[in-house]
Structures are given as C-alpha cells and as structure tokens.
C-alpha cells in the first residue's frame, strides 16, 4: 500500500491544526494518518501486545479529537500527542497491573539463562521485549523518544529516583540477555 | 579496581556523571567499553524497525466523534430553544417596564454596561471548557445584546431627548442581559435567571 511505503513525516501544516480545531473531519483524519504508526509504534513498545497498542491508539486519538482546541501550538504537535500517547499506554500498564505477572516471568528468564552459557546471535528486539512494561516503558520514553527522568517520574507518578534506577535496571538485564543470548 | 556501575555509565551517557566517573572511564578499557555498548544499545533501540497498526482504528474514532456531536446537537437545540424564547420574551415585554426617566438614570446603566464589557473582555471564553448547554446560552443572550445594540444605533439623535424613558429602559435591558451572559460564562451555571 502506498502510505505504508510513505516516509513517515510528523510535520503538519498550521492550516490543517487550525482546520482539526475548527472540528473538520477530513483534517482530523488526516491528523490521525499523519501519527497512527509513531503513536502505535510507541504504544506496541510499552506494551507489546498489538491489541493493546491498537486500543491506545484509539484512545489516544478520541483525547486529542476532544482536547485538540487546547493546544496552543507551543512546541511540535507530535510533542503534544506523543504526551497523551505515553499517558495512555502507562495508564493501561497501571490498569491492567501485569507487572507482577511480568516480573516473574522476568525472573524465569533470568534463571533459565544462568548455566545455559553463551549462546549465538543477538536481538535487542527481543531482549527489550522480555523486559517487564514499566522498564520497557522508561527505556523506550527515555532511551528513544529523549523524555528525562523527570518528565517520566511525573508521566509515571513516581519519582525520579525511580526512573533511573529502573532504566539502570533494565539495562543491566538488556546487557546481560544479550551477553548470553538468553533473547535468541 | 572497582569499575562503573550501570547507574554511572548511564550518568555518562547524560552528562551528570561524578568527576570520579569521568576519570575513571577514561583510564579503564572495560569501563569504556562498557560505555562504548551501552551507546550502541541506545542506538540500536532507535534503529528498532517501526511497527504499524494492522487495524484501521480510524472508523472507530470518528463514528465516536460523530456520535458525540449528534448528541451535543440534540442538547443544545433544546437549551437553544428555551434560550431564544426567554430572551425573546424578555424584548417583547420591555414596553411594560417602568423606569425612572432622567440622566441620572441614563448614565447609571450606561456606566453599569461599561463595567459588564471590562468583566467580559478579561474572560477568555476560548480557553475554558463550556459545556453545550451553557455556550447556547451565551449565544442566546449574545443575540438578544446584539438586537439592543442595533436598536440605540438606529434611535435618532434629535430624538434622544425626547425618547430618554425608552432609552434607559433599552440600556437597562442590555445591562440586565449582559450581567446574565457574565453570570453564565464565569460560572458556568446552567441557569441564569431567564
């Protein structure tokens, strides 16, 4: 399909922001092809699972349809949305509370690969996505899409402390996973 | 030796490491090795490949934005109506008012008037959230300060003297509707007295 092939440009136009304002239809579909992929690439990040990236697209997008009169075009539009984005891929990691469950799925990892010794191959992929989601989600916010750690303490209602260490934490584990081709 | 921890290269890595951080990576080729990945590692998480959605969500997104406009709209029509009427009521009325008729009075309700519009250019309406049913109100009763407005710029001057009583009572309308247009975008309220 030909917009799948499109560079992904998050630049948009002044006149279609003021049109998606006005509550034009056709400008905010348009907005919302113009950040479908970087909103759900974000979300799948987090949260690994397609149906849950797909439902924080959807939600993401009724936020910015219904909030969309106040941004005031201080900064880029991609800024604003990747904001509500976040806020609402870790709000379902809070709703959904799977950490626990993840974190011992986590640890079985981590014991699996204790003797199993050096195996071949790496896979950043995969490693990342054996990482629990509240660490995939400060490793992606701040490793990739350049948030502080202040910003995801206050995105995360936690505080800063938290942040670094779970990115410190993550990896650590990224690391050694890879060392020992545990994502393999 | 005791090398980086995690938490110092990714200090490094930020530009808040400790002078003892910096000065040891610069002299330990492990530690600047392990610096060294951990960039490749950042990089190599920015050089993921970008995932798509295999579901067009954009439907679902506007049949709720259309639904909650058609919802909106039934709302506001009755609350409009119920506006037009009030205001309608009150212009239609008016001739049955009585006022004392002087200059005084004259300039009391034009003062009045002068101190509702200062009221209302402080308020931003654009950066409050209104509720349907009040910004149908506002509108109403925008109309109805529109209509009156229209009316003292047709009413002669050589009869103005002649016509005072008509209008005070034409100024204190106004200032009756825009004390209500106040009462309704600062508070919000859902009524407002009409």
């Not at chain 2, 060294?36 to 970008?50: G, N, S």
Request: charged share 25%.
């Amino acid at each position: 399909m030909f917009f799948r092939r499109m560079t992904i440009s998050l630049a948009v136009p002044d006149v279609l922001v003021a049109r998606a304002k006005a509550g034009d239809l056709e400008a905010l579909e348009a907005l919302y092809r113009a950040f479908e992929t970087p909103v759900y690439n974000l979300a799948l990040r987090v949260l690994r699972r397609p149906e849950d990236a797909e439902d924080v697209l959807q939600e993401t997008f009724l936020e910015v349809v219904r909030s969309i009169k106040q941004y005031r075009g201080e900064g880029h539009l991609w800024g604003w949305i990747r904001q509500i984005a976040a806020s609402k891929a870790l709000m379902r990691i809070r709703r959904e509370q799977v950490r626990q469950t993840e974190e011992l799925y986590e640890e079985s990892v981590a014991g699996v690969g204790g003797g199993a010794g050096v195996a071949l191959g790496v896979d950043l992929e995969r490693a990342f996505e054996r990482l629990s989601e509240t660490a995939r989600a400060v490793v992606w916010l701040h490793d990739v899409e350049g948030y502080t750690h202040e910003e995801i303490a206050e995105q995360m209602g936690k505080t800063v402390s938290f942040s670094k260490s779970q990115l410190a934490r993550a990896h650590t584990r990224l690391r050694w996973m890879l060392d020992e081709g545990v994502a393999r | 030796m005791m090398h980086c921890t995690m938490e110092d290269l990714l200090a490094l890595q930020g530009g808040e490491a400790s002078v003892w951080a910096r000065e040891h990576v610069a002299a330990c080729a492990t530690c600047g090795a392990e610096l060294e990945a951990l960039y490749q590692r950042v990089a190599q998480l920015k050089a993921l490949p970008t995932r798509r959605p295999g579901r067009d969500r954009w439907p679902a997104v506007r049949d709720a934005v259309l639904t909650a406009r058609r919802r909106r709209r039934e709302r506001w029509g009755v609350w409009s109506v119920a506006a037009a009427a009030a205001v309608a009521a009150l212009l239609v009325f008016r001739p049955f008012w009585t006022t004392s008729v002087d200059a005084a009075d004259l300039a009391r309700v034009k003062a009045q008037s002068a101190t509702l519009e200062q009221q209302l250019r402080r308020y931003d309406p654009d950066g409050q959230v209104t509720s349907g049913r009040s910004a149908a109100l506002c509108a109403a009763l925008e109309d109805g300060i529109a209509v009156i407005d229209g009316e003292l710029a047709q009413l002669d001057p050589n009869q103005v003297q002649a016509r005072s009583a008509e209008l005070v009572q034409l100024w204190q309308q106004r200032v009756d509707l825009m004390q209500q247009l106040v009462s309704a975008r600062v508070t919000r309220a859902a009524y407002v007295g009409l």
